[in-house]
T-cell receptor
Framework: QKEVEQNSGPLSVPEGAIASLNCTYS??????FFWYRQYSGKSPELIMS????GDKEDGRFTAQLNKASQYVSLLIRDSQPSDSATYLC???????????FGGGTRVLVKP | DTGVSQDPRHKITKRGQNVTFRCDPI?????LYWYRQTLGQGPEFLTY????????KSRLLSDRFSAERPKGSFSTLEIQRTEQGDSAMYLC?????????????FGPGTRLTVL
């Protein structure tokens, strides 16, 4: 079992719709959770971080964390073609420690 | 704050050659990380430094790989006797305890192709 698992996609959503991305992790001691966006050929760019159970909203993005279920998700509202990218879920066991990434979910937003 | 920078951005080398990559972190970030990413995969951790101390090395980091951060500022990653399997994007990231909960910010990466 991989430490961090994501559906590889592609997740195809029409422009203006909500994209819902899921991530599960295996290590219960994981403390911090991150979503990065990565365009083809580019490096990861931080979108959201979340540390406690519940929802965290930033603009069109909402991250949701459920530590009991070892599950973190990302919602992208009003999806735009520019949101087409690979979204990487990453976890760390303590502040300053290494990130462990999932394989990423490719999102395609169709006009 | 100019962000994390990496040099070179692209490197093509022949199998068996040595290569060295450089990473300059965001100024005053005391933690620096190296990751490797192959096509279709998420980044994999290689090693990280707090100031000049190398605190953790992945088992992925064979004895052909060495990393240094001699003055706690920039870092170098050297690969000796390169193999075709070393072809990947090498990513550097930095963080600070003062930044939002040690969030890691990535540089543009160095894409290595071993022929």
């Amino acid at each position: 079992q991989k430490e961090v698992e994501q559906n590889s996609g592609p997740l195809s959503v029409p422009e203006g719709a909500i994209a819902s991305l899921n991530c599960t992790y295996s290590d219960r001691v994981s403390q911090s959770f991150f979503w990065y966006r990565q365009y083809s050929g580019k490096s990861p760019e931080l979108i959201m971080s979340i540390y406690s159970n519940g929802d965290k909203e930033d603009g069109r993005f909402t991250a949701q964390l459920n530590k009991a279920s070892q599950y973190v998700s990302l919602l992208i509202r009003d999806s735009q073609p520019s949101d087409s990218a690979t979204y990487l879920c990453a976890v760390t066991k303590a502040a300053g420690n290494k990130l462990t990434f999932g394989g990423g979910t490719r999102v395609l937003v169709k006009p | 704050d100019t962000g994390v920078s990496q040099d070179p951005r692209h490197k093509i080398t022949k199998r068996g050659q040595n290569v060295t990559f450089r990473c300059d972190p965001i100024s005053e970030h005391n933690r620096l990380y190296w990751y490797r990413q192959t096509l279709g995969q998420g980044p994999e951790f290689l090693t990280y430094f707090q100031n000049e101390a190398q605190l953790e090395k992945s088992r992925l980091l064979s004895d052909r790989f060495s990393a240094e951060r001699p003055k706690g500022s920039f870092s170098t990653l050297e690969i000796q006797r390169t193999e075709q399997g070393d072809s990947a994007m090498y990513l550097c990231a930095s963080s600070s305890p003062e930044a939002p909960s040690d969030t890691q910010y990535f540089g543009p990466g160095t894409r290595l192709t071993v022929l």
